[in-house]
């Protein structure tokens, strides 16, 4: 079975501030997608960013940006300039070949003004 | 934009009720998922469709079932609801071409409490 690990249930930043969460997965596969989502209270779920494996190149979105260690399985989101709208639940997804996708246990950031 | 729709944002049911929760959308996308989602769970899928009629079990399906008789409407049955289906259930959907980088496209949610 996939795995994907977030092992931050919580976070918190000041406002204008950056925070890196974390993710990491288990595969055995080469080629898969890894991706952002964000939830925020009693909203609708949409993507944040999205990063091919096969792609050296971290994905940017704006102020959001991804660190992805292929070698190491890590693919952890930065938030820069961090905004009272950026708080929420943050999942970490991946999908490899095939329709499924999975989800890790969510990170809850607070954002401080 | 993609739009997926869910009948409900909450519901409230008893125990022993056979519950439909339906999902909607409007984009032609081949596949559609059922997650539950629970605090410090995170998603589990329950079932998803890559077609019509066609169906795949996911990870959690016990107690639940799932009709697709057309592309854009995917419903989840819970048959005879009990407490430990209280949760919240989000509808997703995403073009086909298994494989691919195309995302999930998600509900609002219906937030299900079984009495």
């Known amino acids: 079975a996939q795995t994907v690990t977030q092992s931050q249930p919580e976070m918190s930043v000041q406002e204008a501030e950056t925070v890196t969460l974390s993710c990491t997965y288990d595969t055995s596969e080469s080629d898969y997608y890894l991706f952002w989502y964000k939830q925020p209270p009693s909203r609708q779920m949409i993507l944040v960013i999205r990063?091919?494996?096969?792609?050296?190149q971290n994905a940017t979105e704006n102020r959001f940006s991804v660190n992805f260690q292929k070698a190491a399985k890590s693919f952890s989101l930065k938030i820069s300039d961090s905004q009272l709208g950026d708080a929420a639940m943050y999942f970490c997804?991946?999908?490899?070949?095939?329709?499924?996708?999975?989800f890790g246990t969510g990170t809850s950031l607070t954002v401080i003004p | 934009d993609v739009k997926v729709t869910q009948s409900s944002r909450y519901l409230v049911k008893r125990t022993g009720e056979k519950v439909f929760l339906e999902c909607v959308q409007d984009m032609d996308h081949e596949n559609m998922f059922w997650y539950r989602q629970d605090p410090g769970l995170g998603l589990r899928l329950i079932y998803f469709s890559y077609d019509v009629k066609m169906k795949e079990k996911g990870d959690i399906p016990e107690g639940y079932s799932v009709s697709r008789e057309k592309k854009e409407r995917f419903s989840l049955i819970l048959e005879s609801a009990s407490t430990n289906q209280t949760s919240m259930y989000l509808c997703?959907?995403?073009?086909?071409?298994?494989?691919?980088?195309?995302?999930?496209?998600f509900g609002p949610g219906t937030r299900l409490t079984v009495l």
């Open positions: 997703a959907s995403t073009l086909g071409a298994s494989g691919s980088s195309y995302e999930q496209f």
């Open positions: 990063q091919e494996a096969y792609k050296q």
């Open positions: 997804a991946y999908r490899r070949g095939g329709n499924q996708f999975y």
